[in-house]
Structures are given as structure tokens and as C-alpha cells.
């Protein structure tokens, strides 16, 4: 049933809801861990996991969430003032229970602040000599765009936008200042096999439309347009998603002097073709000539001198806070553990709250109890050997924004950084899993470090004895969602990442996402899991080494 927008003032229990579970029983003897996942004892400061992990309830869960995702605090809208009230509530938890604030600079040591941009789109044309063709029919502009007004652009042909060591179309190509026409996905050899992999695995140039923005960003191109689809007809299918963006506000990085970016277009192969003086059946045969070769094709078009962009956007700036919590280790404080979870959602659409009690009320609930556990073990003078961020960061919803400005700008060195557990989607259990709610999905324990993986698989087996379902960690994974959560600009950086996910259910992006559907015992029991691996993480006496790459 949907919830209607009502108003209503911040009742009490909005801060005091934040207050400090009960403080555990005494310790027994038990043991941190030094090897691949096997429990032993890790120096002075090793105490009872389980004695801290028990103070993870299903109650504390449900306590917090009844906050968070609560009408009152308007669905997290990044930027808006639910957004800024649960900022305030989970900063205010991490106070409550002596969890420092890291950050130096500003007047709140528990928010990383920074300034995104709302805008939304005015008019937006290309032509090429008498042809026009319009946003929204012909391409969609994604992000910022430095069109604002018309502007006769230099057009150059760019194969597949790829710039890797294994293969690049940018070899004395200059692209500066130009818009850069690229194919979506990447090149295949003559045997069907993927020419960058060697196997039948894409890589993160086809799974992740951003790495070809970066490439022709660092390149020093103004934009980059991607051929989407092998007709127009099957272009409009694959953009019909992006249509009604057109007609709502939308929130994303700005493009400044000091931070250029390339903009992300998507283009049919109608308009691609014009660009390029040729028809759009070329481009499989160009493809076909990359896989003959088994490298690199120079461009064989000629493309268009009298093309001219326009896509004017409304903007202002939109200030927002990742909001942060922090464990000092002791012998091992230089390196960190990351445990994150995105706190924006959707906000208001029609008058209508979307609460995002699962996506992602659930993963930051879940980062409160982490945060209130380890705290407890430091009192208690069992803190961890490695220091922990908590990371609850905003802007997820809109393309990951918080996390990338976070590993863009960190407080702390990413070279220090041992792993991030992220957390999004806890709360519920998908199709697949009806009447089997103690599951887990993990995503990427294994893609850099094979001994995250086994220190996650060793932790379950141990404590929790979950179901840990690894459908979605398959490199060819049509849903993609190794690259929609917060972990992933981590991985970017090479850094370690698991990611724990219960699947999509009907309910997900929906205004009747409400917080009286979430499991919160099987919530207690991911959450537990995710304590034992930090655990582990944090008081091992090596660090995990990075040993794989199956990005």
C-alpha cells in the first residue's frame, strides 16, 4: 500500500533512538585470527567475537530503521532535508556510542561535505549539415554537459572507446577538445573469445559505461558518444529507461575547469552513422575487421566537419554529506577496514514517500550495529589491531556518488585501505530464495583477493551458516550488479570488496518498500556475518594480499 506525504515535526525518539545497546556480558577467552580464516588468538587484544557479535540484534535493527525509513524523514532524497535529518540521526548514533567523527576539516568531524549539481535538461539538438536530430528521440545525455549552448564540435572516430595495456583505440589518436564516436561493448577475436580477456568474460569496458567516459576524459575529449544497438529501433528499447529523465531534476557531479569530464552520451546508429559520413551497417563490419586483425583498426570513416551540439542544462549547486564513524586500531592503526552502506533513497515522487526500508535502510542500520559492536570491543579493551571506517555515504541512487567522491577524496590513503565490506539490501528475501530466508548473496569476495574470499566463507561456516548464494558474482552476470553498489568504486581502486546482497524483490524502487516487510532476524544474521569478517580482517596479523583479477 503506498504512503502519502503528511507532515510531520521530528518526534523525540528521532535522536534519542540512537542510544547505546546493552553492554555484553563478561568476556570469555576466545581469538582473532592470523591465517586464511582460521580462528587463533592475535596478540593482547584478542577477545570473544561472539560476546560483541550477540550485542547485533534483530530488535536494534528494527529500532533504528523505524527512523530511518519513517515518513518523517521524506523518503532521503540526496541533498533535501530527509537526506540531511538522517545524516544528523546516524552522525548523532555514532556520538552516542563513542565512535569518533574522522574528519579534520569543517565543523562536524562525522561529515565528509561536498557539492553536487541538480539540474535538469532545457533544449537539446544535434545537427550534422541539414540533418537535425533531438535529445530524447535520436540521444540521451547522461551527467553534466558542456553543450550549454550551440557549438560546432570536431567529430572523430574512436573504435570502441577502449584505452587498456592490452589493447587501445587512442594510439596517436588526438581527441582534445572532441567528440569521441565509440562502439558499445568491446572487441571479440576471430575465434568468438573477447580480445582484451582471452576469454569468453567480458571486462569492466563493457559492464560499465563509466571506464570509457574516464578513458576519453583523460584523453581530453569534451564528450563521448556511444553507438548503442544495431538499429534505431533496437536503440529506443535499450534507452527507453532514460526517456523520463528528460522531464525531472537530475543530480550528479558538475563539470568544472579543475574537473573536467567527458560527457556520456548515447547515441542510435542512425545519427552515429551521420557523424561518420557512412551507414550504420558499417559498424558490425568494422567490428569484424578488429576481430581479422586481433587488434586495433585505425578509423576508415570520414567523419562529418559540420556538426553542431546543443543540450542546455538548468543548474545549482546541491550540497550533501557522506557521514563517517571511526575505530582507531592499536598495532596495526595505519591500515583500515571499510564497512559501508548507502543512507540516501529515492524521496518523494507525486506526492508519494519512498522509504527504501530494505535499499538501503537495511545495509545502514546494519553499519549502526557494526559500528555500536566494535565500539563495545574497544571499551571493553578489545579493539581491533586495524582501524575501521564506517561509511555511510549519499548519493548512491544517483550513479554512486557519495562512494566515488569518498575514493576520490579520502581521509584516509587508499593505499592503507585492506578492504571494503559493503552492505545494501539486507532486509528481504527474492523469488528464488521464498521460504529460505537465511541466504546471502556475495558479490566480489573473490574477484581480488582470494583470501577475503576464503576469510568469508571460514567466518559463515564458523558462526553464522548462512547460504551463501554466489549466482550474481559471475563475470557475465546480466544484471551488472558487481557495478551498482558502493563497493565498486573501491574495487576501481583495487582495493578488496565483498558485497552482500538479498536479490531484487517487488518492492524494490517502489513507495511500498516499508519497513514492516523487512526479516529483521535474518537482517541479525547478515549483520553477524559481516562482524566476523571484519573481525577477522582487523586483528589477522597479514594483511590480505591482492592475488587476483577477475574484475
Same mark, same amino acid.
Given at each position: 500500500?503506498?504512503?502519502?506525504?503528511?507532515?510531520?515535526?521530528?518526534? $523525540?525518539?528521532?535522536?534519542s533512538?540512537?542510544?547505546?545497546?546493552?553492554?555484553?556480558s563478561? =568476556?570469555n577467552?576466545?581469538?582473532?585470527s592470523?591465517?586464511?580464516?582460521?580462528?587463533?588468538?592475535?596478540? $593482547?587484544n584478542a577477545?570473544?567475537?561472539?560476546q560483541?557479535?550477540?550485542?547485533?540484534?534483530?530488535?536494534d535493527?528494527?529500532?533504528?530503521?523505524?527512523?530511518l525509513?519513517?515518513?518523517?524523514?521524506e523518503?532521503r532524497?540526496t541533498?533535501?532535508r530527509?537526506q540531511?535529518?538522517? $545524516?544528523?540521526?546516524?552522525?548523532?548514533h555514532?556520538?552516542?556510542?563513542?565512535?569518533p567523527?574522522?574528519v579534520?576539516?569543517?565543523s562536524?568531524?562525522?561529515?565528509?561535505t561536498?557539492d553536487?549539481?541538480?539540474s535538469?535538461?532545457g533544449?537539446g539538438?544535434v545537427?550534422?549539415?541539414s540533418?537535425?536530430?533531438?535529445?530524447?528521440k535520436?540521444?540521451?545525455?547522461?551527467g553534466? @554537459?558542456?553543450y550549454q549552448n550551440?557549438?560546432?564540435?570536431?567529430?572523430?572516430?574512436?573504435?570502441?572507446?577502449?584505452?587498456?595495456?592490452?589493447?587501445s583505440?587512442?594510439?596517436?589518436?588526438?581527441?582534445t577538445g572532441k567528440?569521441?564516436?565509440?562502439?558499445?561493448g568491446?572487441p571479440?577475436?576471430a575465434?568468438?573469445?573477447?580480445?582484451?580477456?582471452?576469454?569468453?568474460?567480458?571486462?569492466t569496458?563493457s559492464?560499465?559505461?563509466?571506464?570509457k567516459?574516464?578513458?576519453a576524459?583523460? +584523453?581530453g575529449?569534451?564528450?563521448?558518444l556511444?553507438?548503442?544497438?544495431t538499429s534505431?529501433?533496437?536503440?529506443? +528499447?535499450?534507452?527507453?529507461? %532514460?526517456?523520463?529523465m528528460?522531464?525531472r531534476?537530475?543530480?550528479?557531479f558538475?563539470?568544472?575547469?579543475?574537473?573536467?569530464?567527458a560527457?556520456n552520451?548515447y547515441v =542510435?546508429?542512425?545519427?552515429?552513422?551521420?557523424?561518420?559520413?557512412?551507414?550504420p551497417?558499417?559498424?558490425?563490419a568494422?567490428? $569484424?575487421?578488429?576481430a581479422?586483425?586481433g587488434?586495433?583498426?585505425a578509423?576508415? %570513416?570520414k567523419?562529418?566537419t559540420n556538426v553542431?551540439?546543443?543540450?542546455?542544462?538548468n +543548474?545549482?549547486?546541491?550540497?550533501?554529506?557522506?557521514?563517517m564513524?571511526?575505530?582507531?586500531?592499536?598495532?596495526l592503526?595505519?591500515?583500515?577496514?571499510?564497512? @559501508?552502506?548507502?543512507y540516501d533513497?529515492?524521496g518523494i515522487?507525486?506526492g508519494v514517500?519512498?522509504?527504501?526500508?530494505n535499499?538501503?535502510g537495511?545495509?545502514?542500520?546494519a553499519?549502526?550495529?557494526?559500528?555500536?559492536? #566494535?565500539?563495545?570491543?574497544?571499551?571493553n579493551?578489545?579493539?581491533?589491531?586495524?582501524?575501521?571506517l564506517?561509511?555511510?555515504?549519499?548519493?548512491?541512487?544517483?550513479?554512486?556518488?557519495?562512494?566515488?567522491?569518498?575514493?576520490?577524496h579520502?581521509?584516509?590513503?587508499l593505499?592503507?585501505?585492506?578492504?571494503?565490506?559493503?552492505?545494501?539490501?539486507?532486509?528481504?528475501?527474492?523469488?528464488e530464495?521464498?521460504? +529460505?530466508?537465511d541466504y546471502i548473496?556475495v558479490?566480489?569476495?573473490?574477484?581480488l @583477493?582470494s583470501e577475503?574470499?576464503a576469510? =568469508?566463507?571460514?567466518?559463515?561456516?564458523?558462526?553464522?551458516n548462512?547460504?551463501?548464494?554466489?549466482?550474481?558474482?559471475?563475470?557475465?552476470?546480466?544484471?551488472r550488479?558487481?557495478?551498482?553498489?558502493?563497493?565498486?568504486?573501491?574495487?576501481?581502486h583495487?582495493?578488496?570488496?565483498?558485497?552482500?546482497?538479498?536479490?531484487?524483490h517487488?518492492?524494490?524502487?517502489?513507495?511500498?518498500?516499508?519497513?514492516?516487510?523487512?526479516?529483521f532476524?535474518?537482517?541479525?544474521?547478515?549483520?553477524r556475518?559481516v #562482524?566476523?569478517?571484519?573481525?577477522?580482517?582487523?586483528?589477522r596479523?597479514?594483511?590480505?594480499?591482492?592475488?587476483?583479477n577477475k574484475?
Open positions: 500500500m503506498k504512503k502519502h506525504l503528511y507532515t510531520l515535526g521530528l518526534a $523525540a525518539a528521532f535522536l533512538a540512537c542510544s547505546t545497546s546493552q553492554t555484553p563478561a =568476556s577467552a576466545g581469538g582473532a592470523t591465517g586464511s580464516g582460521t580462528p587463533a588468538t592475535a596478540g $593482547a577477545g570473544n567475537p561472539t560483541y557479535a550477540n550485542t547485533i540484534t534483530a530488535a535493527l528494527e529500532k533504528y530503521l523505524r527512523v525509513a519513517s515518513d518523517s524523514l523518503g532524497e541533498g533535501a530527509g540531511k535529518m538522517a $545524516a544528523e540521526y546516524i552522525a548523532n555514532f556520538k552516542a556510542n563513542g565512535v567523527g574522522p579534520k576539516t569543517g562536524n568531524p562525522y561529515y565528509q561536498f553536487l549539481e541538480k535538469s535538461w533544449e539538438y545537427t550534422v549539415g540533418k537535425k536530430f533531438t535529445m530524447g535520436d540521444f540521451f545525455v547522461l553534466a @554537459s558542456p550551440e557549438e560546432t564540435t570536431q567529430v572523430v572516430f574512436a573504435g570502441y572507446g577502449i584505452d587498456d595495456p592490452a589493447y583505440d587512442y594510439t596517436n589518436l588526438d581527441v567528440a569521441v564516436v565509440v562502439l558499445a568491446e571479440k577475436k575465434d568468438g573469445k573477447y580480445l582484451i580477456s582471452g576469454t569468453d568474460k567480458m571486462s569496458w559492464q560499465d559505461a563509466r571506464t567516459a574516464a578513458a576524459t583523460k +584523453k575529449a569534451k564528450s563521448v556511444v553507438v548503442m544497438g534505431d529501433a533496437e536503440f529506443q +528499447k535499450m534507452t527507453a529507461r %532514460y526517456a523520463g528528460l522531464s531534476p537530475s543530480i550528479g558538475g563539470t568544472t575547469a579543475a574537473q573536467p569530464r560527457a552520451i =542510435s546508429p542512425s545519427m552515429a552513422a551521420a557523424l561518420l559520413n557512412t551507414k551497417e558499417q559498424f558490425a568494422y567490428g $569484424a575487421s578488429v581479422k586483425a587488434k586495433a583498426v578509423s576508415p %570513416y567523419a562529418a553542431k551540439i546543443k543540450a542546455a542544462r +543548474k545549482q549547486p546541491l550540497p550533501t554529506e557522506n557521514v564513524g571511526y575505530i582507531e586500531g592499536t598495532d592503526k595505519d591500515q583500515l577496514i571499510v564497512i @559501508s552502506a548507502h533513497h529515492e515522487q507525486n514517500v519512498y522509504n527504501g526500508a535499499d538501503d537495511s545495509g545502514t542500520v553499519v549502526l550495529e557494526l559500528a555500536q559492536a #566494535f565500539a563495545q570491543a574497544k571499551k579493551g578489545h579493539g581491533p589491531r586495524r582501524s575501521i564506517f561509511l555511510t555515504v549519499t548519493g548512491e541512487e544517483k550513479g554512486l556518488l557519495g562512494s566515488e567522491y569518498y575514493t576520490d579520502p581521509i584516509f590513503p593505499e592503507n585501505t585492506v578492504a571494503d565490506l559493503n552492505i545494501d539490501m539486507i532486509g528481504r528475501h527474492d523469488k530464495h521464498e521460504g +529460505k530466508p548473496y558479490i566480489g569476495s573473490d574477484k @583477493s577475503l574470499h576469510i =568469508s566463507e571460514t567466518a559463515n561456516k564458523t558462526y553464522t548462512l547460504d551463501l548464494d554466489y549466482t550474481f558474482n559471475d563475470p557475465n552476470d546480466p544484471n550488479f558487481y557495478y551498482r553498489s558502493d563497493h565498486y568504486n573501491f574495487a576501481k583495487n582495493i578488496p570488496i565483498a558485497f552482500y546482497f538479498n536479490g531484487v517487488e518492492d524494490y524502487h517502489q513507495p511500498t518498500d516499508d519497513v514492516e516487510k523487512i526479516n532476524p535474518s537482517a541479525e544474521k547478515v549483520t556475518l #562482524f566476523y569478517t571484519a573481525w577477522e580482517l582487523a586483528n596479523t597479514e594483511r590480505i594480499k591482492v592475488d587476483s574484475k
